[in-house]
Nanobody, 121 residues
Framework: EVQLVESGGGLVQPGGSLRLSCAAS????????MSWVRQAPGEDPDWISA????????FYDNSVKGRFTISRDNAKKTVYLQMNSLKSEDTAVYYC??????????????WGQGTQVTVSS
């Protein structure tokens, strides 16, 4: 019933841009904090961005700050990640996450299947 479906990944050259989308269903999206998490092969997951349910408070890891922008459209139940000035080190699987609050996964902790982003020339 609960679904998070990422899309928009692919192969892009360094300096290029991609826009990831995560479509949600089966839970109260408008009351949920949303995040993007990425994981490169052999590396720990990196919590790169988050947006609170109200859409005002946002978080960016220093590795993506100034290049990536998180946003949400509650009417469409979708969260986005606009990625600009992409670097080879951005190559990873990007996952969408939903929680009642980003501070704890105790109430619920939903994950999508991920979308592959590859930055290479």
């Amino acid at each position: 019933e609960v679904q998070l479906v990422e899309s928009g990944g692919g192969l892009v050259q360094p300096g290029g841009s991609l826009r990831l989308s995560c479509a949600a269903s089966g839970f109260s999206f408008g009351s949920s904090d949303m995040s993007w998490v990425r994981q490169a092969p052999g590396e720990d997951p990196d919590w790169i961005s988050a947006i609170r349910s109200g859409g005002v408070v946002k978080f960016y890891d220093n590795s993506v700050k100034g290049r990536f922008t998180i946003s949400r459209d509650n009417a469409k139940k979708t969260v986005y990640l606009q990625m600009n000035s992409l670097k080879s080190e951005d190559t990873a699987v990007y996952y969408c996450n939903a929680r009642a609050t980003i501070l704890t996964p105790l109430k619920y902790d939903y994950w999508g299947q991920g979308t592959q982003v590859t930055v290479s020339s």
